[in-house]
Structures are given as structure tokens and as C-alpha cells.
């Protein structure tokens, strides 16, 4: 079985200062971990991905991510974060033998000018 | 815009009712993924089908079926609609093989069974 938890429902930043969204994750096998964004009434935009190599991975939008194999963890990171940003964040797992992605219940961005 | 097309985007139905959701992949895309997303919640994996075969399944009743075409569209069909059944409906498509792990979202076609 494999699994994503956000334990954060929402996050709230100031324009300007770092941005982080938690993720953890759990499968069998190899994590191949995701980054999506929703912003109201559209499908999910895709952010960043980690499948093999360096940890660090950067994506769209100045975004990146941090593997951790140790702590079974996946945080989304931006340096400095833009009111644009504002939006839904989801985190997702899919385990190297399967087919299907499971994600997380979602974390509500808000960033504040 | 990531070339997945959902039909319709929005839908209202009665409960008992049956509804067929479409899906036009991106071109050069193979398998085509369904997911339920229901209010405040992660999208749940319906099911994934690949060269017009189903290639998984999620947590779903047999009520819930679909189909895949030719040239890679798909269509979800729902019977017997029920109240929770109200939720944004999400197709991807990804290619199969090649290396390539990532799935691209359509819109979302919202139902709202009545």
C-alpha cells in the first residue's frame, strides 16, 4: 500500500519570505514523488518530480523539493514566495511497481502582500 | 495547458441516473488515468487504461466503468449514480514506457448528483 500524508491544512506566508508545504510518504518500493498545483476551478498543474538522483529537484515557477529517503519525506520549497503562489498544493506518490499515483489530502497556500 | 481535454465541464444529474464523462489525451500519450476528487479532499485513483485494456483499479464499485479508444480518448461511465458520487472528475495521460512518469491533468468535468 502506499499513502501521503500533508499534515498541514494550510500554510500562510508574507510575499516575499520562504515558502514550505510538508509532505511524508509511505510505499513498498521506490517512491517516484510528485508536486501538483491547483488553482480554483482547473485540474492539477504539474510542479516538480523526484524519481532517481540528486535530492534536490527544481521545477516550474522557481518551486523546488527535497528528498529524504531517511525521513520518508518530500517538502516543497520556495525561496521567496509571490501572491500569485496562492493556491492548492498537492503532494503525490506513486511506488516504482505500480501504476497509480495516491496523493495527499491537499495544503491551502495563502501568501499575503 | 497541458492538451487533455475533459467533456462536459459541468454536469447535473438524479440519483439512479447514468452519466458517461469524456477525455482527449495529449497527443503522443498512451495510457489515460481516472481520478475522483471529491470536495476538500485528494484525488482518489479510479482506474488506468492502456492500449484499450484496463490497467488497474482503485477502491471502486464495478458501477463505475470505462472505456479506451483508437486513438487513445476515454470515456468514464457511472451507474446508478448516488448522492456521493457528487465530486470533480480528473483525467490524465501519461506515455506508457520511454521513461516518462509523469501524468498531465485535464480541467475536470464537475458532477452533481441531485
Known amino acids: 500500500a502506499q499513502s501521503v500524508a500533508q499534515p498541514e491544512d494550510q500554510v500562510n506566508v508574507a510575499e516575499g519570505n520562504p515558502l514550505t508545504v510538508k509532505c511524508t510518504y509511505s510505499v513498498s518500493g521506490n517512491p517516484y514523488l510528485f508536486w501538483y498545483v491547483q488553482y480554483p476551478n482547473r485540474g492539477l498543474q504539474f510542479l516538480l518530480k523526484?524519481?532517481?538522483?540528486?535530492?534536490l529537484v527544481k521545477g516550474s515557477y522557481g518551486f523546488e523539493a527535497e528528498f529524504n529517503k531517511s525521513q520518508t519525506s518530500f517538502h516543497l520549497k520556495k525561496p521567496s514566495a509571490l501572491v500569485s503562489d496562492s493556491a492548492l498544493y498537492f503532494c503525490a506518490v506513486r511506488d516504482s511497481n505500480d501504476y497509480k499515483l495516491s496523493f495527499g489530502a491537499g495544503t491551502t497556500v495563502t501568501v499575503r502582500a | 495547458e497541458t492538451g487533455v481535454t475533459q467533456s462536459p465541464t459541468h454536469l447535473i444529474k438524479t440519483r439512479g441516473q447514468q452519466v458517461t464523462l469524456r477525455c482527449s489525451s495529449q497527443s503522443g500519450h498512451n495510457t489515460v488515468s481516472w481520478y475522483q476528487q471529491a470536495l476538500g479532499q485528494g484525488p482518489q485513483f479510479i482506474f488506468q487504461?492502456?492500449?484499450?485494456?484496463?490497467?488497474g483499479r482503485g477502491n471502486f464499485p464495478p458501477r463505475f466503468s470505462g472505456l479506451q479508444f483508437p486513438n487513445y480518448s476515454s470515456e468514464l461511465n457511472v451507474n446508478a449514480l448516488e448522492l456521493d458520487d457528487s465530486a470533480l472528475y480528473l483525467c490524465?495521460?501519461?506515455?506508457?514506457?520511454?521513461?516518462?512518469?509523469?501524468?498531465?491533468f485535464g480541467a475536470g468535468t464537475r458532477l452533481s448528483v441531485l
Open positions: 490524465a495521460s501519461s506515455q506508457m514506457g520511454l521513461g516518462e512518469y509523469i501524468q498531465y
Open positions: 523526484y524519481i532517481t538522483g540528486d535530492n
Open positions: 487504461y492502456y492500449r484499450e485494456e484496463e490497467n
